[in-house]
């Protein structure tokens, strides 16, 4: 059974063939902190990927908000790390607003999307962004359904 997820909104981002959707709520609460904190550290001269992965230790330290990733097909089944891939998204954004949801465009942090769970800038870079696998149970909270059952839909229609 599926839970409603009226008046509820969801923000979508894409970078580097990543697309990301996370709620509303967790975006908006942490905007500020990361925009002071950005500001703090830009001060300390850290290069763009330490400001990155700065701001994906805020938001999934912070909140424990999961981001859910999709990426193409062929790519999310090499990679065990992404949500899922691009056909999951639509069914996913299709039952949000089925159930009374919406989905808005807004710049967020998009975890997997600058190589960084590849270890190529480093073990501490790695293990940081690995924080942000999400779950069956994640998604099945997040959205009241789960991913099997929402293929399932997909597939037999």
């Known amino acids: 059974m599926t839970r409603r997820l009226e008046g509820r909104a969801f923000h979508i981002y894409r970078n580097n063939g990543v697309i990301a959707l996370t709620p509303q709520d967790y975006t ?3 905007s500020q902190l990361v925009d002071r904190l950005c500001g703090y550290y ?4 850290l290069s763009s990927v330490e400001q990155a992965d700065l701001v994906g230790a805020v938001l999934n330290t912070v909140l424990k ?4 990733t999709f990426v193409r097909t062929e790519r999310a089944q090499q990679s065990p790390w992404f949500t899922g891939d691009v056909e999951l998204l639509e069914a996913l954004k299709d039952h ?3 159930q009374g949801g919406n ?3 807004v710049s967020f942090y998009v975890p997997f999307s600058n190589g960084n769970e590849l270890g190529i800038h ?7 962004e690995i924080r942000w696998v999400t779950t069956d149970s994640q998604f099945l909270e997040e959205f009241g359904i789960s991913r099997k059952e929402l293929l399932g839909r997909v597939i037999t229609v």
């Open 103 to 105: 989905i808005q465009g």
């Open 96 to 98: 949000i607003r089925e």
């Open 42 to 45: 830009e001060r300390g001269h």
């Open 28 to 30: 908006e609460e942490t």
């Open 65 to 68: 908000k999961p981001v859910f």
């Open 122 to 128: 480093g073990i501490k870079m790695l293990q940081d």
